[in-house]
């Protein structure tokens, strides 16, 4: 390996780490603050505003299925924002047939945003399903997306990234990914060039769709 490589791999490592450093730092921090809620009422449009005003280290627990009319948009996570999604046995429902392209993602983590996705139910059954996008039919993620529990399924994308498409740091500590697909790259995962993937022992990838990277 040569000198000039060696220091660019070094220096990615390095702010890798960083990065990683000051997600804890922020979290440790917020962590007595922290409060659960729950959107009021099971509307699309309720659990967008759950997460417009939810504080920085709060938990949205979700305590039906929410499923999107046609004239929705992405579950957008601000940046800035530090926020868990407890799907409880739940079902976030894009319910999309027909590519929506750069919007069709079920939920969007925007660049400087936390989102951890979890499930305390118990039977885990909860899911984020029917996303149709050109990139990230599931999620799109452009900040930091931990995911922890649930199931990530049953969403495509025409480009890459049926289940996730990722362009920040991406940590996979539980949960599955499973019967998504892509018509181009990445049926489960699509990890762009200058994105960061962690996938923890306990994580269930399964090989789906066009899955070529």
Known sequence: MS???FNRVLC???LLILTL???????????????????DGN?????????ANAESGDTIVLNADVTAAESDIALSIPDGTVLSLDLNGRTINRHLTSPKGSDGAVITVQSGAVLTIKDSSEGAAG????GYASHGGGIRNNGTLIVEGG??????ATDAGGGIVNYGVLVFEGGTVTANTSHEDGGGIYNAA???LTVDKAARLRKQ?????
């Open 127 to 130: 899911k984020i399903t029917g």
């Open 12 to 14: 990615i490592a390095v």
């Open 43 to 51: 509307t699309w449009s309720a659990l967008q505003d759950a997460i």
């Open 194 to 196: 200058h994105g960061y």
């Open 209 to 213: 769709g066009a899955d070529r990277r």
């Open 21 to 39: 450093l000051l997600i804890s730092a922020s979290l440790c921090t917020i962590k007595a603050q922290a409060a659960e809620i729950s959107p």
């Open 151 to 156: 199931c990530i399924t049953g969403n495509t």
């Open 3 to 5: 000198k000039r490589r």
